[in-house]
């Protein structure tokens, strides 16, 4: 696979191996608003050692090569009050692929699920809520479903990802929104943590070579040429003509 692109990724490193040249993968990144959807990010207040945080649950999809990899993004900010108004700065970011890492990494940089009693989402507020099972939900469901595996039939291309954010009003009022990323730079997502490089290198030449195959072997016939590739000619399901004199087929 020979790609072309302006930028690099942690699976170039199959490139090493040999380029084929007949198989070309153009990677140009590209972010589309996006109508999908997964589930309403969470923001939870709390305390530690004096200090105030809030921690924000963004849930995420990677599709790659028909298969969907649901990832959690947590960000932490340091709540500091000012001019009577709260001040949030990011001190951690970090995302991840399954339940476990996500409750080590609460209970060790921020603090368990069932410390966190008060939270909000986008459609609601809370105190003392099951946090963790609302969060355990997201890894759990179906995500198979046609409404993400077309992406891949519309754009034909071997990876996304559908990624949230949240915006807010001057009133204060949060929204939660959905982007489309076509071929973003994976790396930048700690993917090798799923799909090792020559893995994720195989698979997409692997994808791209079956795309390739489905376009090329897609040949338009007349109608006229496909009946007498089968047999048939211009009266085969008609009454033959009395004149001695037939029109030619």
């Known amino acids: 696979m020979k790609i072309v692109s302006k ?79 709260d001040l949030f700065q990011v001190v951690d970011s970090t995302i991840h692929y399954d339940m476990e890492s996500l409750e080590t990494f609460c209970q060790t940089k921020a603090i368990p699920f069932k410390d966190i009693k008060q939270f909000e989402t986008i459609s609601f507020y809370s105190w003392n809520p099951d946090l963790y099972k609302l969060v355990k939900k997201f890894y759990g469901i179906d995500y198979s479903y046609n409404c993400y595996k077309k992406v891949f039939q519309e754009y034909k291309i071997p990876y996304f ?63 006229k040429y496909l009946a007498q590739g089968k047999g048939f000619n211009c009266y085969s399901f008609k009454k033959m003509s009395t004149k001695k004199k037939q029109k030619k087929c």
């Open 7 to 85: 930028f690099s990724d942690y699976y170039d490193i199959g490139l090493a191996y040999g380029i084929d040249e007949k198989l070309r993968f153009v990677r140009k990144s590209q972010s589309i608003k996006s109508t999908l959807y997964t589930q309403t990010p969470i923001l939870g207040n709390y305390t530690k050692q004096s200090q105030r945080y809030r921690i924000t649950y963004l849930f995420n999809l990677i599709g790659f090569c028909d298969t969907m990899y649901p990832f959690v993004r947590t960000t932490i900010e340091k709540i500091t009050r000012r001019d009577k108004k």
């Open 161 to 223: 990802v559908l990624e949230q954010f949240i915006t807010q009003d001057e009133k204060g009022c949060k929204k939660s929104n959905c982007q489309l990323l076509l071929l973003p730079i994976l790396k930048n997502y700690k993917f090798a943590k799923v799909v090792t490089p020559m893995q994720a290198f195989q698979e997409i030449c692997m994808y791209l070579g079956q795309l390739d195959l489905a376009e090329d072997r897609t040949v338009t016939i007349e109608d």
